[in-house]
């Protein structure tokens, strides 16, 4: 037995590319195949047979390109196809990879190999296509394929759009929370601000001799706790000294005293009340008299 007549014996593989082309409204690309050609009459996807030194990307958007002259996408592998057809001698076998792909451009425009094509929504085209066919069947299944992978990528999709308004939920109760307590804070030193007012008040007019005084001590026992409270709470109080200039960003006058020295002008001559900030916010600036 001659060496060509061996490798008579052995399957020679045509291997095949089609896919499912998807465009942006759902819709998939079937082709009629033309009456002059193998299998007549029958809907088919887009695609062909891989040549030499052809990768599977490059066969199947040259194939679909001559096919249609559209520009596609290549995004999954959907499985394979086999099938054979049988000679005197061997076997030509012939396996197929079916892929899913995503419209990019171009208007279709059918071959020689087909005389129709039509944009159909997936549910219409398993309806189009024969389960008793074999050829047809085969074209079903790619179909139905794409389909679960594209509902399994939505539902992906959907999940981490669910997730990502959860994080940006928690993120807003986050704030939302602690804008709602530096409200109350907020509310809180208000009605606190007479009170520590008041001590300071009350403690200007305590006369030298009564400074050890257990009642003075206690009384600024009191209103150190007071500060305290509100040092815990992020209030702090704005630092102003007599003879610092005049700033309007966190002093609030409220009289101006005669000073006849030019370089004194807007320098604060008296602090009435001290202001207080929660943070960088000032929520009382300190009330003074300026030359």
């Known amino acids: 037995m001659s060496k060509k007549e061996n490798i008579s014996k052995f399957a020679k593989t045509i291997l095949t590319v089609k896919a499912v082309i998807v465009n942006s409204q759902n819709e998939i690309l079937l082709l009629k195949r033309s009456n002059k050609i193998l299998n007549p009459g029958k809907w088919d996807l887009p695609g062909g047979t891989l040549e030499k030194a052809e990768t599977l990307e490059e066969a199947l958007t040259r194939e679909i390109q001559e096919e249609t002259g559209l520009k596609i996408e290549v995004a999954d592998i959907l499985g394979t196809a086999e099938f054979a057809k049988e000679n005197k001698q061997f076997k030509n076998e012939k396996r197929g990879l079916r892929f899913l792909a995503y419209y990019k451009s171009g208007e279709v425009k059918i071959s020689k190999e087909h005389q129709q094509y039509e944009w159909l929504s997936f549910e219409e085209a398993l309806k189009t296509l024969s389960e008793k066919d074999g050829f047809e069947q085969e074209k079903k299944v790619a179909i139905q394929k794409a389909q679960e992978i594209l509902e399994a990528k939505s539902a992906f999709l959907g999940w981490k759009r669910a997730l990502a308004d959860l994080e940006n939920y928690k993120?807003?109760?986050?704030?939302?929370?602690?804008?709602?307590?530096?409200?109350?804070?907020?509310?809180?030193?208000?009605?606190?601000?007479?009170?520590?007012?008041?001590?300071?008040?009350?403690?200007?007019?305590?006369?030298?001799?009564?400074?050890?005084?257990?009642?003075?001590?206690?009384?600024?026992?009191?209103?150190?706790?007071?500060?305290?409270?509100?040092?815990?709470?992020?209030?702090?109080?704005?630092?102003?000294?007599?003879?610092?200039?005049?700033?309007?960003?966190?002093?609030?006058?409220?009289?101006?005293?005669?000073?006849?020295?030019?370089?004194?002008?807007?320098?604060?001559?008296?602090?009435?009340?001290?202001?207080?900030?929660?943070?960088?916010?000032?929520?009382?600036?300190?009330?003074?008299?300026?030359?």
């Open 171 to 291: 993120k807003r109760a986050v704030k939302e929370n602690e804008d709602f307590r530096r409200y109350c804070l907020e509310a809180l030193v208000f009605d606190l601000l007479p009170v520590i007012d008041n001590f300071d008040l009350a403690l200007k007019h305590v006369p030298e001799k009564e400074a050890e005084n257990n009642w003075v001590i206690g009384i600024l026992h009191i209103k150190k706790q007071l500060e305290n409270v509100l040092m815990e709470n992020e209030v702090s109080l704005i630092e102003t000294k007599i003879g610092d200039k005049f700033d309007e960003n966190i002093h609030e006058v409220i009289a101006e005293i005669e000073d006849s020295q030019e370089e004194s002008k807007s320098v604060i001559k008296e602090i009435v009340k001290n202001g207080y900030r929660i943070g960088d916010k000032i929520i009382r600036p300190t009330i003074v008299k300026i030359s």
